[in-house]
């Protein structure tokens, strides 16, 4: 028989969301029935996070008997490992990586990538009626220039008034900048000085619109936020519900795609890449002709008295409690986690 390989980060910084996706794969293979397909679990951890997966890819891709690859979590990973993937014919399933420039033969991609999250941006801002913004990104080559690009495209596409220019400096005066907008969407990680960042936007015009991408979207954000300015925030995430549901998906995915082929690898990888209007555990989806999801983006919490709740694009409803903080991209974390499952490890795991 047949089996799958499952790359994904089990320590260091990103262990805990590597963890979390692991526990939807888990579940998944638990329903599994009568037997669950043999899996091989590689931590693509460490130091040098990219070589890391790319051994693992070499790994799967030298296995005659492998029918798929689950992984890998980060962009810079699957953009090295999906080549490899690619020239081995194997199937890869990515349940959670959105950068809008991954490809690959092989590639299935479970999550919108950056460019559905700035035209998601752009889309509530003129449902709301804004038509004048402001775009401010860091300094990010891999994340926060490119993806304020993409903003500033998905707005002027729209019709919408925009400028856009680097974070400010802690000496620079940025109420100049803020001209006639009426709302600032930043691009970027959350460093340490973000609060004060949407403190002070807040205070030169109470009315203004704040709004984050994806790598803002931090809980301890939302806690250091007056009510006044968390009111006027919102912050867009592209999952769906927590990430062990991609996860789970992704297994799932693969086990009634091995299911339907057997140990036909080649028929593995037509039926993943050919999926259409899939029910899933995170919503319905097709696989486009690129490998990617065709499901939108998953939606906005809106920071409301220092909390999170999810908002439709048709409406604004769901702000939790005051006292729950709920940050959709990374929700359920549990302290430390081991698989109850018996895989086989092709090398030590060492979980934070």
Same mark, same amino acid.
């Given at each position: 028989?047949?089996?799958?390989?499952?790359?994904?980060?089990?320590?260091?910084?990103?262990?805990?969301?590597?963890?979390?996706?692991?526990?939807?794969?888990?579940?998944?293979?638990?329903?599994?029935?009568?037997?669950?397909?043999?899996?091989?679990?590689?931590?693509?951890?460490?130091?040098?996070?990219?070589?890391?997966?790319?051994?693992?890819?070499?790994?799967?891709?030298?296995?005659?008997?492998?029918?798929?690859?689950?992984?890998?979590?980060?962009?810079?990973?699957?953009?090295?490992?999906?080549?490899?993937?690619?020239?081995?014919?194997?199937?890869?399933?990515?349940?959670?990586?959105?950068?809008?420039?991954?490809?690959?033969?092989?590639?299935?991609?479970?999550?919108?990538?950056?460019?559905?999250?700035?035209?998601?941006?752009?889309?509530?801002?003129?449902?709301?009626?804004?038509?004048?913004?402001?775009?401010?990104?860091?300094?990010?080559?891999?994340?926060?220039?490119?993806?304020?690009?993409?903003?500033?495209?998905?707005?002027?596409?729209?019709?919408?008034?925009?400028?856009?220019?680097?974070?400010?400096?802690? *000496?620079?005066?940025?109420?100049? *900048?803020?001209?006639?907008?009426?709302?600032?969407?930043?691009?970027?990680?959350?460093?340490?000085?973000?609060?004060?960042?949407?403190?002070?936007?807040?205070?030169?015009?109470?009315?203004?619109?704040?709004?984050? +991408?994806?790598?803002?979207?931090?809980?301890?954000?939302?806690?250091?936020?007056?009510?006044?300015?968390?009111?006027?925030?919102?912050?867009?995430?592209?999952?769906?519900?927590?990430?062990?549901?991609?996860?789970?998906?992704?297994?799932?995915?693969?086990?009634?795609?091995?299911?339907?082929?057997? *140990?036909?690898?080649?028929?593995?990888?037509?039926?993943?890449?050919?999926?259409?209007?899939?029910?899933?555990?995170?919503?319905?989806?097709?696989?486009?002709?690129?490998?990617?999801?065709?499901?939108?983006?998953?939606?906005?919490? +809106?920071?409301?008295?220092?909390? $999170?709740?999810?908002?439709?694009? +048709?409406?604004?409803?769901?702000?939790?409690?005051?006292?729950?903080?709920?940050?959709?991209?990374?929700?359920?974390?549990?302290?430390?986690?081991?698989?109850? $499952? +018996?895989?086989? $490890?092709?090398?030590?795991?060492?979980?934070?």
């Amino acid at each position: 028989m047949g089996r799958v390989y499952i790359s994904l980060p089990l320590a260091h910084a990103s262990g805990k969301g590597g963890r979390e996706v692991l526990r939807g794969v888990e579940l998944a293979l638990e329903g599994a029935a009568p037997e669950p397909v043999p899996v091989t679990l590689v931590d693509s951890s460490g130091p040098d996070r990219e070589a890391q997966a790319t051994k693992n890819a070499r790994l799967a891709a030298a296995d005659k008997g492998a029918l798929a690859y689950l992984g890998d979590c980060h962009s810079s990973q699957v953009e090295e490992t999906a080549p490899i993937l690619a020239e081995a014919g194997l199937a890869q399933v990515a349940p959670v990586a959105t950068r809008s420039d991954l490809g690959g033969t092989t590639l299935v991609r479970l999550m919108p990538h950056d460019g559905v999250g700035a035209a998601a941006i752009a889309s509530w801002l003129e449902t709301v009626g804004v038509g004048d913004i402001l775009i401010v990104h860091d300094h990010d080559p891999g994340y926060g220039i490119p993806v304020g690009e993409m903003c500033v495209h998905a707005a002027r596409e729209r019709g919408l008034a925009v400028r856009a220019r680097p974070v400010w400096n802690h *000496d620079e005066d940025f109420e100049g *900048d803020l001209d006639t907008a009426e709302a600032v969407v930043y691009v970027g990680v959350a460093g340490s000085g973000a609060a004060q960042l949407w403190r002070d936007l807040h205070a030169a015009n109470p009315r203004l619109w704040l709004l984050g +991408s994806e790598g803002v979207a931090q809980d301890w954000l939302a806690h250091e936020l007056e009510p006044s300015a968390a009111a006027r925030t919102r912050f867009f995430v592209a999952p769906r519900g927590p990430i062990a549901l991609y996860g789970f998906e992704a297994m799932a995915l693969i086990l009634d795609a091995v299911a339907a082929n057997g *140990d036909d690898r080649a028929g593995v990888l037509h039926t993943l890449r050919t999926t259409r209007d899939r029910a899933s555990i995170i919503g319905r989806y097709s696989i486009d002709e690129t490998g990617h999801t065709t499901a939108a983006y998953g939606g906005w919490p +809106s920071c409301t008295a220092s909390s $999170f709740g999810i908002s439709t694009h +048709s409406s604004l409803r769901g702000a939790r409690s005051e006292q729950a903080v709920l940050c959709p991209s990374s929700p359920c974390r549990p302290p430390r986690y081991r698989p109850s $499952f +018996s895989p086989s $490890f092709a090398g030590p795991t060492r979980l934070s």
